[in-house]
């Protein structure tokens, strides 16, 4: 990780962090959010660190594990990091499906939070 650029590292450990919560308690991770965070999963908004931990909790399966295949992380012109990860996921006995999310970073008071959060799960339907 050394010869990484710091925005880099920082996504990396941003996105194994998030993962490992999501897949074992997605209760605990408001503290990854603020109070003026977005998310937006699967096209419905949600506003603040309440709405975005009630949203992800209340997800109807009760085991899930991520897979992530690739992500990329730049930083942004005001001092944040943009993170993109593409994978896939496994909740409960459900076929694995392909995942897109993305995240933008900032350093509030030396802690990394997320103030942005878009979820899609890569499902095409042409018909």
């Known amino acids: 990780m050394g010869d990484q650029p710091l925005w880099e590292q920082i996504g990396s450990s941003f996105v194994q962090h998030y993962y490992q919560m999501f897949d074992t308690d997605r209760s605990q991770l408001g503290s990854i959010y603020i109070n003026e965070s977005c998310l937006t999963w699967e096209g419905q908004q949600f506003q603040g660190k309440r709405a975005i931990v009630e949203k992800l909790s209340s997800l109807p399966f009760?085991?899930?594990?991520?897979?992530?295949?690739?992500?990329?992380?730049?930083?942004?012109?005001?001092?944040?990091?943009?993170?993109?990860?593409?994978?896939?996921l496994r909740a409960d006995d459900d076929?694995?499906?392909?995942?897109?999310?993305?995240?933008?970073?900032?350093?509030?008071?030396?802690?990394?939070?997320?103030?942005?959060?878009?979820?899609?799960?890569?499902i095409h339907n042409f018909g």
């Open 62 to 88: 009760t085991k899930i594990a991520h897979n992530i295949t690739a992500q990329d992380h730049q930083p942004t012109t005001d001092s944040c990091i943009l993170s993109m990860v593409v994978g896939q």
């Open 95 to 122: 076929p694995i499906m392909g995942f897109h999310q993305s995240f933008i970073l900032k350093n509030i008071n030396d802690a990394w939070v997320c103030t942005n959060d878009m979820f899609r799960l890569a």
